[in-house]
T-cell receptor, first 112, second 113 residues
């Protein structure tokens, strides 16, 4: 089946720098995208979502960019903090209702 | 508002046994989805329930089943456990409308020996 994939499995950044996590999706019918953060021992935590009628959406210190032409999604984290260290997943609604297609995840490590 | 609650947090079972996992959704959420998370396969969709009805099902064998009660709480059952069923089982709830974000619990870690 179709799936969402990630370009990089690990990302290491210095505290205070900006982080960019990338994601590629394959289902051109997908019209809803979500980013999740998963810390060790916890379930995925909702960060931000975006619908296909938008190409950018901002939250608190996070921005999601959507490029439907190349089926690419990115999550930008401003002024990265040690608490941002986690695995980040993108997901899309290429599946059926309630069925999000998840990428494999990118592990973000923040160096103090 | 309380988040999604899953019980138990940890389970150890032997091959051939069966197991039941429980999930209490966020108050007001009518949809509950279940996912299996493993290091090799990542997050994979099991099934989704809405108003006590299974709306969608992933590509898992019939040994995996679930149900939802009138209070939206959900259970999933795995029968005839196999070693490969060892995983983190995650429950997520949502309002149930199209493109409602899923909110996950912290999962049940199942180990099959």
């Amino acid at each position: 089946g179709e799936s969402v994939g990630l370009h990089l499995p690990t990302l290491s950044v210095q505290e205070g720098d900006n982080s960019i996590i990338n994601c590629a999706y394959s289902n051109s019918a997908s019209d809803y995208f979500i980013w999740y953060k998963q810390e060790s021992g916890k379930g995925p935590q909702f960060i931000i979502d975006i619908r296909s009628n938008m190409d950018k959406r901002q939250g608190q210190r996070v921005t999601v960019l959507l490029n439907k032409t190349v089926k690419h999604l990115s999550l930008q984290i401003a002024a990265t903090q040690p608490g941002d260290s986690a695995v980040y997943f993108c997901a899309d609604n290429g599946g059926s209702q309630g069925n999000l297609i998840f990428g494999k995840g990118t592990k973000l490590s923040v160096k103090p | 508002k309380a988040g999604v609650t899953q019980t138990p947090r940890y389970l150890i079972k032997t091959r051939g046994q069966q197991v039941t996992l429980s999930c209490s959704p966020i108050s007001g959420h009518r949809s509950v989805s279940w996912y299996q998370q493993t290091p090799g396969q990542g997050l994979q969709f099991l099934f989704e329930y809405f108003s006590e009805t299974q709306r969608n099902k992933g590509n898992f064998p019939g040994r995996f089943s679930g149900r939802q009660f009138s209070n939206s709480r959900s259970e999933m059952n795995v029968s005839t456990l196999e070693l490969g069923d060892s995983a983190l089982y995650l429950c997520a709830s949502s309002l149930g409308g199209e493109n409602s974000p899923l909110h996950f619990g912290n999962g049940t870690r199942l180990t099959v020996t």
